[in-house]
């Protein structure tokens, strides 16, 4: 099955600063990477998404980059605020296998 | 329009009792999913329904755990006999499932299983 690893497993940033987290996956027939965004006690959100016939994709303050070759996407925050401060999840997932392999999350604290 | 309704938002079993978890999807969505995550950890896919039918169970414990998705009414992940190691907080998901926006997955608020 596929395998969704994701780095750092926490990041502090001081606001106004950029936050970058990285994932990787392992089958290269995934074509889809939802990022969700989940604060304490609160469900997931979907907050952005990217399908593997696109290489970036940017909303406001955040984009989403993806790499098919090297088989990895990332998410970028810039101009961080203290809202951000929340659990991010990188997921995959490939064309009719609608289950989400999940990376194991990135805590993100943005100092104010 | 409502998003995906889960309840109870919080249960507490005694080890061996049976639990009972629900979802209705948001409006439209004919798939569910359900997730588990443990503290501190992601996210692991448990199953994947459409009205009636298991589509995908591979992530789901084959002892003790049961889901269905009936024609009418909200689907509902059971879990009998529970042990202390099912305390975890359970998602369910929903999409649309086919056409333009399939691939997107929602989130409910979750159940929080507390085993004691």
């Known amino acids: 099955g596929e395998n969704v690893e994701q780095h750092p497993s926490t990041l502090s940033v001081q606001e106004g600063d950029s936050a970058v987290i990285k994932c990787t996956y392992s089958d290269s027939a995934s074509n889809y990477f939802p990022w969700y965004k989940q604060e304490l006690g609160k469900r997931p959100q979907l907050i952005i998404d990217i399908r593997s016939n696109v290489g970036e994709k940017k909303d406001q303050r955040i984009a989403v980059t993806l790499n098919k070759t090297a088989k990895h996407f990332s998410l970028h925050i810039t101009e961080t605020q203290p809202e951000d401060s929340a659990v991010y999840f990188c997921?995959?997932?490939?064309?009719?296998?609608?289950?989400?392999?999940f990376g194991a999350g990135t805590t993100v604290t943005v100092r104010a | 329009n409502a998003g995906v309704m889960q309840n109870p938002r919080h249960l507490v079993r005694r080890r061996g009792q049976e639990a009972r978890l629900r979802c209705s999807p948001m409006k439209g969505h004919s798939h569910v999913y359900w997730y588990r995550q443990l503290p501190e950890e992601g996210l692991k896919f448990m199953v994947y329904?459409?009205?009636?039918?298991?589509?995908?169970e591979s992530g789901m414990p084959k002892e003790r755990f049961s889901a269905e998705f009936p024609k009418e009414g909200p689907s509902i992940l059971r879990i009998q006999q529970v042990v202390r190691g099912d305390s975890a907080a359970y998602f369910c998901?929903?999409?649309?499932?086919?056409?333009?926006?399939?691939?997107?997955?929602?989130f409910g608020p979750g159940t929080r299983l507390t085993v004691t």
């Open positions: 329904l459409q009205k009636e039918n298991i589509i995908d």
């Open positions: 998901a929903s999409s649309m499932g086919a056409g333009t926006g399939s691939y997107e997955q929602y």
């Open positions: 997921a995959a997932n490939k064309r009719d296998d609608y289950k989400l392999s």
